[in-house]
C-alpha cells in the first residue's frame, strides 16, 4: 500500500518488527495451524488505487477471509476491477456519502 504497512502480530511487536518477519512469522503460524481458517481485516482507506499493493499482500498472506472497510467505493466502481486472482468478491457494500464507509469482502476460491 502506498502508506507503509505494518503487519506485527503481538508477540513481535516488542521486537524488531519488520515485514519480512511478520510474513515468516505467519507462514510458520500457517502450518502449524494448516487446518484452520484464516480471516484478514484491513482499514485500507481507499480501495481505488490500491488493488495492486493489495494483490500482493494477498498473495503473500493467502488468506481464506478477507475484509477490507473505508473501501470509498460507489457505483461508479464495477466489481470486477477489483477481482483477485485466488479470491472471490462474496459482498460488496458501497457508501452512499462521498468518501466514507464501503466494505468488500474476499473469499478464497476453493472455499466457495
Known sequence: MSNSIK???PETILANCSLESDLLLH???RL????NPEIGYL???SLRNEINDLSILMESLQLDYFILSETK???SFQTPQFSLNEHE???RRD??????GGLIEFVRK???
Open 27 to 29: 507462514r510458520n503460524l
Open 43 to 45: 482499514n485500507i482507506n
Open 73 to 75: 467505493l460507489d457505483c
Open 95 to 100: 457508501t452512499d456519502r462521498h468518501g466514507e
Open 89 to 91: 468478491i462474496r459482498a
Open 7 to 9: 503487519f506485527c502480530l
Open 32 to 35: 502449524k495451524y494448516c487446518k
Open 110 to 112: 476453493n472455499l466457495i
